[in-house]
């Protein structure tokens, strides 16, 4: 009986949904979020990266709405650049921005922005997101 006791346990745990992070939600789809808060993350991004998961992003908080400056200095992946107010909605979008391949790299500004969320490219197309999109935030 114990050992029946155990595996149910053994079962039920398995299938206990795991905590899976920060996300960003649109319409039609979320995104397991990296977040880049700090100067060093944000210098950072997603340099040197040779894949990204499908669902999978990074999202740059500034604690401010200013217009941005996005480079893709040592990127090795197309991104989207989804640009947001303080409000999480989409106020600007940069599709398909392609890595960097000689210096000096360009800059890709914005209008002001809190937030810059960067996907794999074609994903904001492909989701319809666009000016006017509303994002939803769960900070987990």
Known sequence: MRYVILLFLVFVIACTPVATGPQITFD?????????????????????????????????????????????????????????DNNLTVVEVKKNVQPCEADPCPVYNSVPAQYVLEVNAGLAEKNSIGISSVAKLNKQ
Do not use: H, V, Y
């Open 28 to 84: 039609k789809i979320t995104f397991n979020l990296e977040i880049a808060q700090t100067s060093e993350e944000m210098q950072k991004g997603l340099m040197n990266r040779e894949s990204l998961p499908a669902n999978q992003g990074m999202l740059f908080i500034f604690t401010d709405m200013q217009p941005r400056g996005f480079w893709m200095k040592n990127t090795l992946i197309p991104l989207d650049m989804i640009f947001l």
